[in-house]
């Protein structure tokens, strides 16, 4: 009897391993299949590529332009996973906030609690953010302070690191006219953050000549508007750009740079070395 039970148990062991497998592969199915539902970035791990129903929204016709605009990860920097994510999805550039604790300079935006920003809120320090962002041929920093002593600091962190191109961004016009004799090496932006501010950028010819461009929230930037600016010779980079038709707008106008949220987006915009070769 024993030798039956064992002969009939060996026999049964394939069978086993069938069922095993077989569940295995379904459950493993059904997985990817829900992933495929509620997260569209599982293409890209899968096939490398942006998701179907995203492309399905782009503009053909723009096809050729979508390369020129600069794709920024909009405050990437100031979380290393999220800046190494965006790094890995070929975005342009790394958006970081810059701020001072002390004598040291972090990148981390606005904190929740000002009475306490200094002891518990700021992110990573500015090196260790740098160091991550600086894998692609473009860093823009959003500077959010405006005092002598930290342009001076941003100015000797940069000294000691070349890069192609450091994009400066704020809405200080007297910053702006440091940074013009400072770090002239750079990029400056005059960030927009009203509507007035663009009327009076028009009339004010000495910021003008300070400056490369602007950094303009995207719902103010008017048809109107970027028509100015383009006539100007300024550089014109939108932000927070997560929606794909406003992009594609802003893109056939001839919009240099789009600041997004989206990694479908930053991955459509960037890469633009990989697929010249």
Not at 131 to 147: D, F, G, I, P, W
Request: aromatic share 6%; hydrophobic share 45%; glycine share 8%.
């Amino acid at each position: 009897m024993r030798s039956v039970a064992r002969r009939v148990g060996i026999a049964l062991v394939p069978l086993l391993v069938l069922v095993v497998s077989r569940v295995i592969s379904a459950i493993c199915v059904v997985a990817l299949g829900a992933a495929v539902v509620f997260d569209a970035r599982v293409e890209r791990f899968t096939a490398g590529r942006v998701p179907s129903e995203f492309v399905k929204r782009l503009d053909v016709d723009l096809a050729g332009r979508y390369p020129k605009v600069t794709g920024v990860a909009h405050n990437a920097g100031d979380d290393l996973p999220a800046a190494t994510e965006a790094v890995a999805y070929g975005v342009d550039a790394i958006e970081i906030d810059v701020r001072s604790v002390g004598t040291e300079l972090f990148a981390s935006h606005d904190a929740q609690v000002p009475l306490l920003e200094d002891l518990v809120f700021h992110g990573p320090s500015l090196r260790d953010a740098w160091q991550v962002a600086q894998l692609r041929n473009t860093v823009l920093l959003h500077l959010k302070e405006s005092s002598p002593r930290y342009l001076s600091e941003v100015r000797d962190f940069l000294a000691t690191r070349p890069l192609r191109r450091v994009i400066l961004q704020t809405d200080d016009r007297e910053a702006l006219l440091t940074l013009r004799r400072t770090i002239p090496s750079s990029q400056r932006l005059l960030l927009v953050l009203k509507a007035g501010e663009l009327g009076r950028l028009r009339g004010d010819e000495e910021l003008l000549g300070a400056i490369d461009g602007v950094s303009v929230r995207e719902g103010l930037l008017s048809e109107g508007a970027q028509a100015w600016l383009q006539g100007r010779r300024l550089l014109t980079f939108a932000w927070t750009v997560n929606d794909e038709r406003r992009m594609n707008e802003l893109v056939a106008r001839g919009v240099d740079g789009v600041i997004t949220d989206r990694f479908d987006i930053m991955r459509l915009l960037g890469d633009r070395d990989e697929r010249a070769g």
